[in-house]
């Protein structure tokens, strides 16, 4: 197994330490954080998750953006328990009972606030949104962003959500004050886009996963692009396995860094029983579409207790990672709750990879 260093100051942000952006509302999550260096900092872009508090245990609420006027204005909806057309069973979301649309609402909106860092152990959190729902497809929320720096521009994916499904969109910014959407890169149903930090033979590469609905499973493509806004030339990259650790859904983590060796790409995976472990695949310096090699056992999972339990228990998942000569310094978020962080050794990740 790989050695993994968690910081003792583990969990780093938990739900506790955000204050809450609206009115009546409670932060039930901060997790799964897109990462960026810049002016000698550490930003955490971090996925904050709020609720409508209810005062009776019947009634789940529910928050939306309603952009039917044109400008966004929040709607906070009432659904009874007692109401026979929903499943209230999973804490993430409501679904419909019997009905052809499976999802009725989520259980919180997301959006995207900044943690900022000199250490990179230590965190003050800014107190308003960096990215909040701006468009009618992310009328549900603004989730788990990716940033990749391509010369002086930081270019953050992140999952759009809203009645038609999760998308991805791109943003720009040079300064995490102000920021340029770019729209929607990848439709329905599309999730866990990494774009590479460079092009490779003229060409920018981006690690998707569509969710598909009939045939086929929830696994990692690779898509190519001139412009980072039009992508195409899809092609399959990495399956599950039948049985273990990633043998439910994998898809893309922190955005792909360079070795020696090829590109490494950490990935999440998920068992049929959705416990989520991370792994690592190496991929072609010159053609990102070959794989090289695999590693076959998780390089991090859950196993402390604020990994094991939490809002989505036995969760480790990763949008963001560090990486400064042999340390590879990964932040995830544990138990879709709270924000950690982890040192592991690219060597050891390296010596642990299986060549095909």
């Known amino acids: 197994m790989v050695e993994v260093n968690r910081f003792l100051e583990n969990p780093l942000i938990t739900p506790d330490d955000v204050k809450p952006f609206h009115r009546g509302h409670e932060v039930i999550g901060v997790f799964n954080a897109g990462v960026a260096q810049y002016n000698g900092e550490v930003l955490l872009l971090l996925r904050v998750a709020e609720r409508p508090i209810s005062e009776d245990p019947a009634i789940v609420k529910a928050s939306v953006v309603d952009f039917s006027s044109g400008e966004g204005k929040l709607k906070v909806v009432e659904l009874h328990k007692d109401d026979a057309r929903f499943d209230f069973s999973d804490p993430r979301v409501v679904l419909y009972n019997d009905s052809d649309r499976k999802v009725a609402y989520l259980t919180s909106l997301s959006y995207i606030r900044i943690a900022r860092s000199k250490d990179g152990r230590r965190f003050t ?163 990102p579409t070959k794989i090289l090699a695999k590693t076959e056992e998780p390089i991090l999972e859950p196993e402390e207790d604020y990994e094991k339990n939490g809002f989505f228990a036995n969760v480790v998942f990763t949008c963001g990672a560090v990486v400064e000569g042999d340390i590879v310094r990964i932040y995830y978020g544990a138990a879709d709750e709270s924000i950690a962080g982890a040192e592991l050794s690219l060597q050891e990740i390296m010596a642990k990879l299986h060549y095909r």
């Open 125 to 287: 959190i800014d107190d308003t949104p960096f990215i909040y729902p701006g468009t009618e497809r992310e009328a549900w929320g603004v989730e788990d962003p990716r940033v990749t720096q391509i010369d002086d521009a930081y270019y953050i994916q992140y999952s759009a959500v809203s009645a038609e499904g999760i998308g991805v969109s791109l943003a720009s910014t040079k300064d995490f004050v102000t920021y340029e959407r770019l729209g929607l890169i990848f439709p329905p149903e599309n999730k866990d886009v990494a774009i590479f930090p460079e092009k490779i033979n003229g060409k920018y590469y981006a690690l998707h996963r569509p969710v598909p609905k009939g045939i086929g499973r929830p696994e990692i493509w690779i898509a190519e692009s001139n412009n980072l806004l039009y992508w195409g030339n899809h092609q399959y990259l990495l399956g599950l396995s039948e049985e273990g650790w990633d043998s439910g859904r994998i898809g893309g983590g922190a955005v792909p860094f360079k070795t020696e060796k090829g590109w490494l790409a950490i990935y999440h995976g998920a068992d049929k029983n959705q416990r989520y472990c991370l792994g690592a695949v190496l991929l072609d310096l010159h053609d």
